[in-house]
């Protein structure tokens, strides 16, 4: 399966009996799946049929799905009369008509001019059908975020795979020095010692065994090979393909966990520059890493 950024947009509209349906899907990185919807007045059934399409799609992000829709509900509306409250305004009107010896001038018209008396209500609509047109919109909507989504995902893996090359060549660079500098810092504390104690006798096996003690703390050689372990291990993850986020994410704390013992057992400028560009590699691949699902 192929890598997936965590941002996209997609959008399905359909047309039927004269209402225009509309869903628009927008996600975001996020280290979980936090799903918010908004439907429309009364299609709040259809949540859950919704929330299984969008997580069938989406293993974490921050999706956010809006289902709208206009146009002509007169098929589902429907006038109906209050019997019984325009009785009670007839029955009224009758009372004040003979307390008062006024005219009985009662309509049909007039008790419908009175509050309550027509009421328009809302039709039930048939979920089912409703539930064929809104799936086929929030599919047209998924899968066109899904086509955004897979595309970044593989700008995504292009920049990792460049980033992690120069990752690897720059611990060979290191790897590379290491005889060069012990030798260095052995000569450097021999000509220490010449000065600080001179005319003074020194055990040729002492002053190496001290030597010896010296290059073994500033031995990296389990930091490389462990850095070389997570570099296979991350090429691995980007051939896998997809869900492997929180995976890539892990690995990149390694490789910085192992960068910093590296660059405090070797106090070198030359080295010190090139953690230095490690670790701002890292943070780069940190951003990157981020916004894979």
Same mark, same amino acid.
């Given at each position: 399966?192929?890598i997936?950024s965590?941002?996209?947009?997609?959008?399905?509209?359909?047309?039927?009996?004269?209402?225009?349906?509309t869903?628009?899907?927008r996600c975001?990185?996020?280290?979980?799946?936090?799903?918010?919807?908004?439907?429309?007045r009364?299609?709040?059934?259809?949540?859950?049929?919704?929330?299984?399409?969008?997580?069938d799609? $989406?293993?974490?992000?921050?999706?956010?799905?809006l289902?709208?829709v206009?146009g002509?509900?007169?098929d589902?509306?429907e006038?109906?009369?209050?019997?019984?409250?325009?009785?009670?305004?007839?029955?009224?009107?009758?009372?004040?008509?003979?307390?008062?010896?006024?005219?009985?001038?009662?309509?049909?018209?007039?008790?419908?001019a009175?509050?309550?008396?027509l009421?328009?209500?809302?039709?039930?609509e048939?979920v089912?059908?409703v539930?064929?047109?809104?799936e086929?919109?929030i599919d047209?909507?998924?899968k066109?975020?899904?086509?955004m989504r897979?595309?970044?995902?593989?700008v995504?893996?292009?920049?990792l795979?460049?980033?992690?090359?120069f990752?690897?060549k720059?611990?060979?660079?290191?790897?590379k020095n290491?005889?060069?500098?012990?030798?260095?810092?052995?000569?450097?504390?021999?000509?220490?010692?010449?000065?600080?104690?001179?005319?003074?006798?020194?055990?040729?096996?002492?002053?190496?065994?001290?030597?010896?003690?010296?290059?073994?703390?500033?031995?990296?050689?389990?930091?490389?090979?462990?850095?070389?372990c $997570?570099?296979?291990?991350?090429?691995?993850?980007?051939?896998?393909?997809?869900?492997?986020?929180?995976?890539?994410?892990f690995?990149?704390?390694?490789?910085l966990?192992?960068?910093?013992?590296?660059?405090?057992?070797?106090?070198?400028?030359?080295?010190a520059?090139l953690?230095?560009?490690?670790?701002?590699?890292l943070?780069?691949?940190?951003?990157?890493?981020?916004?894979i699902?």
């Amino acid at each position: 399966m192929a890598i997936k950024s965590m941002t996209g947009f997609g959008r399905g509209e359909l047309e039927k009996g004269g209402r225009v349906w509309t869903a628009e899907v927008r996600c975001v990185n996020n280290r979980y799946l936090d799903l918010k919807m908004k439907l429309p007045r009364g299609y709040a059934c259809l949540e859950e049929k919704i929330s299984k399409k969008v997580k069938d799609m $989406h293993g974490r992000g921050r999706v956010d799905l809006l289902v709208s829709v206009s146009g002509d509900f007169s098929d589902q509306q429907e006038v109906k009369v209050n019997l019984a409250l325009a009785a009670g305004y007839r029955d009224a009107l009758q009372t004040l008509s003979e307390e008062f010896g006024l005219e009985k001038t009662i309509t049909a018209q007039l008790l419908a001019a009175y509050p309550d008396v027509l009421v328009r209500e809302q039709k039930d609509e048939d979920v089912l059908v409703v539930w064929e047109l809104v799936e086929k919109i929030i599919d047209v909507a998924l899968k066109s975020c899904d086509t955004m989504r897979t595309q970044e995902g593989a700008v995504l893996t292009a920049d990792l795979r460049g980033r992690l090359n120069f990752f690897e060549k720059t611990i060979a660079g290191i790897e590379k020095n290491i005889p060069e500098l012990l030798e260095q810092r052995q000569r450097n504390l021999q000509e220490r010692l010449d000065k600080l104690l001179t005319n003074v006798q020194l055990d040729p096996a002492r002053l190496a065994q001290e030597i010896a003690v010296m290059a073994d703390k500033t031995d990296v050689t389990e930091e490389i090979v462990r850095l070389r372990c $997570h570099i296979g291990q991350f090429t691995l993850f980007l051939a896998e393909g997809n869900g492997i986020g929180r995976k890539l994410d892990f690995l990149i704390q390694e490789f910085l966990r192992e960068v910093n013992t590296l660059a405090s057992k070797i106090n070198d400028a030359t080295v010190a520059h090139l953690t230095v560009d490690l670790k701002s590699e890292l943070e780069k691949m940190r951003e990157q890493v981020q916004n894979i699902e």
